[in-house]
């Protein structure tokens, strides 16, 4: 994405070849490497504005990546082979002239406006990636959030792109170190001193079996961890190195010729199909990268190996037409500057952009990347005072520094007005539970008294939830599921089980508070994202990890054999479809329920809470004063809820509960309830609002077992 467009020095013929025909001499400029970029990044901005219009967009960043692998190691391995060794300073000072100023200046940019427009509650979330995008570590980052079942719903911030950055810097930050390894044993080898001549054959052997080695773990890692639908896998350095390394082979390997000129358009042509065919076909479902990432990366490879075309059927006026050579130039600027214009225009207008909203997004992402290039990119590259490789890393790590500072303002902004909110949430924070049945008596109303004050602060709201959470809810990839025992242990009247997803440790606080009264031990197993099915559940593709854990759980409630089992979960997840069932996952609700009630357990499925809008806390925290506006109409809360219903017409000795009267009238579901905020996050009810129902879970659930 980032390596200037030079070619890598062909490699010499094989000694006692003779290469019949013109073979043209190694070419300082590849326009068909540009016209690559060009391609990619366009695929990037359209996916990234609407991806309904081209679904798989985002294998443009693969075309970077080979790109990027391409060049880089021809820079390598040029000076390898003439000079005998690599300088390393020399190296990653030329990359950080290349990379980090606009980068950091697009990041700089991108601050200072959502300083101005961001909504108060995504300050911290945007801090974090802000922060790990200057030290180009973004991709572990949303690594780790998707991975976290709580996290991985978060919008994305104006800094979510720097995730291939990320993986293309941390691989310029070892590839040189193989290609100086690979010196060393070439040197031990042939008896010769560092900086020698030498066989590059030989040479060239000793980077291809390293290289080699480095693209086929990887992309076998890479295999595995889409085949386990381990969500991290998609950001993941591990898992993508491989698509760089295979421009690296290629940069070894590749010779131009201005032979086979039909075949070489040919080549061309099939590249660039199968690059636009992925991003045509490929979508969100689509398994990634793993397998799937061979097609765009064997494309983006084709279209290198073609070389520069001419002739019947050559694309060669497309690729180096200005139009196309010029978007080349700025793709790097362009790639940083237009998701931040994308992701400001979402957040401020929470709408699909029309078509005139898309061209004033085009309009001002080429603006700002034009600009960036003219005044960044290229006069950093040729000032005098940057020529020093070692003042050039020592202003890097000082500019990185500086503006990892300046991140640090998105999080003081939003201690403006903290404190306050600490404070009116502490007022009302003793009689919840007399507030909030107060408010549903009297319509529903947000605030009693005169002064607006809710608690949780909805700046706080993502963490309050369930204390024991950490230790009792399994992660969503977990293959186990953690056994919590609470209230009366020793000699319990009857077991109560709580078995089910984030949903049902929701539930979890206010049924241990009715089994206290009542003298019940409650035994919980609480598996974030995995509902208590006896179906796979999908995702992207299956979530193995769930099903797993749900044997696991099936065998240890037939041994416990626990009086009553209660249970709910996210209703709007998706599960492979039995038979001709006409709600998936329907029959595998009623398997382990009916499982259940055979076995002599009562069970009680509580449905689930109304779903809020996605973003009902930023929604709150810009109308603080007056959330009346936050409220969802209740049919819509209520919508896409049909796979229980069906799943219980299956299960006739299963009971349901239902408490939507507890945070809807016939019309609304209200944001905040009584001075009390309902929701942390999309459809997460805060711990503070979950315990205001133990009056109605004293009543839903059996009174003697």
């Not at 064997?298 to 200005?322: M, N, Y």
Request: charged letters at 20%; glycine letters at 6%; hydrophobic letters at 45%.
């Amino acid at each position: 994405m980032t390596a200037t467009t030079t070619a890598p020095t062909a490699p010499s013929a094989p000694p006692g070849s003779t290469a019949a025909g013109p073979t043209a001499p190694p070419r300082k400029f590849r326009p068909e490497v540009q016209a690559l970029r060009a391609l990619a990044v366009l695929l990037v901005i359209v996916y990234h504005v609407d991806p309904a219009l081209l679904p798989g967009g985002y294998i443009g960043v693969d075309v970077f990546f080979v790109i990027s692998g391409f060049l880089i190691t021809g820079h390598l391995w040029r000076e390898a082979s003439t000079t005998g060794t690599v300088s390393l300073k020399k190296f990653w000072a030329a990359r950080a002239r290349r990379i980090l100023p606009a980068s950091l200046v697009a990041t700089v940019g991108t601050l200072a406006v959502a300083l101005v427009l961001l909504p108060l509650d995504l300050l911290q979330l945007w801090w974090r990636h802000a922060l790990a995008s200057v030290f180009y570590v973004e991709n572990w980052a949303l690594a780790a959030d998707a991975v976290d079942y709580q996290a991985a719903g978060n919008e994305p911030t104006a800094f979510q792109h720097f995730w291939s950055l990320g993986v293309e810097e941390q691989f310029y930050l070892f590839w040189p170190i193989l290609v100086v390894l690979a010196l060393r044993l070439w040197s031990l080898r042939s008896g010769r001193a560092a900086g020698e001549a030498r066989d590059t054959a030989g040479l060239r052997r000793t980077l291809l079996v390293i290289f080699g080695v480095v693209v086929a773990a990887s992309l076998v890692w890479s295999v595995l961890e889409v085949r386990a639908d381990n969500p991290e896998a998609y950001y993941s350095t591990l898992t993508r190195v491989w698509e760089l390394g295979a421009g690296g082979v290629l940069a070894l390997l590749m010779r131009d010729t201005e032979r086979f000129r039909a075949l070489r358009s040919t080549l061309a042509v099939g590249g660039v199909a199968l690059i636009v065919a992925a991003a045509c076909f490929y979508s969100d479902a689509t398994p990634f990268p793993g397998v799937a990432a061979l097609v765009p990366v064997l494309g983006t490879s084709a279209v290198i190996v073609a070389g520069r075309t001419s002739g019947p059927g050559s694309l060669r006026r497309i690729a180096e037409s200005w139009v196309v050579q010029r978007i080349g130039d700025v793709s790097y600027s362009l790639y940083l500057w237009h998701f931040p214009v994308v992701v400001f225009f979402a957040v401020r207008t929470e709408r699909t952009p029309t078509l005139p909203d898309v061209v004033a997004l085009l309009v001002v992402s080429f603006a700002l990347a034009i600009g960036s290039y003219v005044l960044v990119e290229r006069p950093v590259r040729t000032l005098e005072w940057f020529r020093s490789d070692g003042r050039m890393l020592v202003s890097a790590l000082v500019a990185m520094v500086v503006v990892a500072g300046l991140t640090f303002a998105l999080p003081l902004r939003a201690q403006s007005v903290m404190g306050e909110w600490d404070q009116r949430a502490e007022s009302v924070a003793a009689d919840t539970d007399a507030r909030v049945a107060e408010s549903l008596a009297n319509g529903l109303v947000p605030f009693l008294g005169d002064e607006p004050a809710m608690t949780p602060n909805p700046l706080r709201a993502a963490a309050d939830e369930w204390p024991e959470a950490d230790r009792c809810l399994a992660p969503q990839e977990d293959e186990t599921t953690p056994v919590c025992e609470f209230g009366e242990t020793e000699n319990p009247v009857a077991t109560v089980a709580v078995v089910g997803d984030s949903h049902a440790e929701m539930f979890t606080e206010p049924i241990i508070a009715v089994a206290a009264e009542r003298s019940w031990k409650v035994v919980t197993y609480l598996h974030s994202g995995c509902p208590y099915n006896a179906e796979r559940r999908i995702s992207n593709g299956l979530v193995e990890g769930c099903f797993d854990a749900n044997e696991r759980t099936r065998a240890d409630l037939a041994e416990l054999r626990p009086d009553l089992v209660v249970t709910t979960s996210y209703e709007h997840l998706r599960f492979e479809r039995r038979g001709a069932e006409e709600e998936a996952g329907a029959a595998g609700f009623a398997e382990v329920w009916n499982e259940l009630t055979a076995a002599g357990s009562q069970v009680v499925v509580i449905r689930d809470t109304p779903k809020p809008s996605d973003r009902l806390v930023t929604c709150v925290t810009e109308n603080y004063d007056d959330p009346e506006g936050c409220a969802k109409p209740a049919d819509k809360a209520f919508d896409g809820r049909d796979v229980v219903p069906a799943a219980l017409d299956q299960a006739p000795g299963v009971r349901s509960v239902e408490f939507g009267d507890s945070f809807c009238d016939d019309t609304t579901c209200p944001a905040v309830i009584g001075n009390t905020l309902v929701y942390r996050d999309g459809h997460h009810v805060t711990a503070t609002y979950m315990r205001t129902l133990v009056d109605d879970l004293r009543e839903a659930l059996p009174k003697a077992l």
